[in-house]
C-alpha cells in the first residue's frame, strides 16, 4: 500500500511557462514533507520542504504548497528551465521528527523543452 | 555534490552470492540511512543507523543487515542474493537522528544475474 504517491509518471513543459507537480499522500500522520531532485546517474537532491503547519512554502523559482484535507501537495517551478529536466520525488516523514526516515513516492520524470 | 561516497558504483554477481555496499557520510554526519530503488519504484527505507546504533528499520529483508563502525562509515551486507535484489542502493547522511533533510550519495547499481 503506497502512502505516497506521485500518480503522474511525465510532465512535459515548455521552458518559462509553470511546472506543476503533484503528490498525493494516506497516512495522516505525516507532518512534514519533502521535494528531491534526481538526475541520471546520481543521488537525490534535496529542493524544498514543508511542515504540516504550513500551507505554502516558496524558494526562489520553487514553491511547495500543502492541502492538509485533501492531504496533497504540489511543487511549482516558475519560471521552468531546461536544467529543470530531472526526476522529482515527493517524501513525506511518517516518525514526527524522532527517526529521519522518509517515505518516498515514484517519482515524476520532467522535461522542460527549449 | 553532496559530500556522500558510495562505494563500488557497480556491482555485478550472480545469484547466491554475497555483497558488501560502503557508504561514507558527510563529514560530521552521524546518522546514516540506507534506501532500495529497484525498477519503477520509488525509493524504499531499509534501515537507519545513528552514532553506531540502529535507530529504525524499515522494509529490510533479513538476508541483509547492515553496520556502522566508529569512524561513522556504514555497510550494507547483502547475501544469499536473488534476481530480484538488483537495484540501486542509496546511502544518505544527517547531522542527527531527527533530521527531515537527507543528503544521498550517488548510490551502487547492483545486478544479479
Known amino acids: 500500500d503506497q502512502q505516497v504517491k506521485q500518480n503522474s509518471p511525465s510532465l512535459s513543459v515548455q521552458e518559462g511557462r509553470i511546472s506543476i507537480l503533484n503528490c498525493d499522500y494516506t497516512?495522516?500522520?505525516?507532518?512534514?514533507f519533502l521535494w528531491y531532485k534526481k538526475y541520471p546517474a546520481e543521488g537525490p537532491t534535496f529542493l524544498i520542504s514543508?511542515?504540516?503547519?504550513?500551507d505554502k512554502n516558496e524558494d526562489g523559482r520553487f514553491t511547495v504548497f500543502l492541502n492538509k484535507s485533501a492531504k496533497h501537495l504540489s511543487l511549482h517551478i516558475v519560471p521552468s528551465q531546461p536544467g529543470d529536466s530531472a526526476v522529482y520525488f515527493c517524501?513525506?516523514?511518517?516518525?514526527?521528527?524522532?527517526?529521519?526516515?522518509?517515505?518516498f513516492g515514484k517519482g515524476t520524470k520532467l522535461s522542460v523543452k527549449p | 555534490d553532496s559530500g556522500v561516497t558510495q562505494t563500488p558504483k557497480h556491482l555485478i554477481t550472480a545469484t547466491g552470492q554475497r555483497v558488501t555496499l560502503r557508504c561514507s557520510p558527510r563529514?560530521?554526519?552521524?546518522?546514516v540511512y540506507w534506501y532500495q530503488q529497484s525498477l519503477d519504484q520509488g525509493l524504499q527505507f531499509l534501515i537507519q543507523?545513528?552514532?553506531?546504533?540502529?535507530?529504525a528499520k524499515g522494509n529490510i529483508l533479513e538476508r541483509f543487515s547492515a553496520q556502522q563502525f566508529p569512524d561513522l562509515h556504514s555497510e550494507l551486507n547483502l547475501s544469499s542474493l536473488e534476481l530480484g535484489d538488483s537495484a540501486l542502493y542509496f546511502c544518505a547522511s544527517s547531522p542527527r537522528t531527527s533530521d527531515y533533510e537527507q543528503y544521498f550519495g550517488p548510490g551502487t547499481r547492483l545486478t544479479v544475474t
Open positions: 543507523y545513528y552514532n553506531g546504533e540502529e535507530r
Open positions: 514543508i511542515s504540516s503547519i504550513k
Open positions: 497516512n495522516s500522520m505525516f507532518d512534514y
Open positions: 517524501a513525506a516523514s511518517s516518525y514526527g521528527g524522532s527517526q529521519g526516515n522518509l517515505i
Open positions: 563529514s560530521g554526519d552521524l546518522s
